[in-house]
């Protein structure tokens, strides 16, 4: 979903404080361009995992 060269800045290692401030950093540093990218990314990503649509498409694949 996130675009590769921006997938680094998705997620961090829980607990790891240091991780998290530089992803924020960069993130912060990004144009707008790959700001952009990377929601339309994170949207696309929710969406495909968390809508109505796609758990109940999970559910049902589970009683089949």
């Known amino acids: 979903h996130y675009p590769a060269e921006l997938a ?4 961090f290692p ?3 404080t240091d991780a ?3 992803r924020l950093q960069d993130l ?3 144009p ?3 700001r952009d990218a ?3 990314g994170a949207r696309a990503a929710a969406v495909d995992l968390w ?3 796609s ?3 999970r559910i049902t694949d589970l009683a089949e």
């Open 8 to 11: 680094h800045l998705a997620s």
């Open 14 to 16: 829980t607990g790891d």
């Open 38 to 40: 990377l929601a339309s």
């Open 51 to 53: 809508s109505w649509e």
């Open 28 to 30: 912060a540093a990004l």
């Open 55 to 57: 758990v109940a498409r």
């Open 32 to 34: 707008v361009a790959e």
């Open 20 to 22: 998290l401030t530089s």
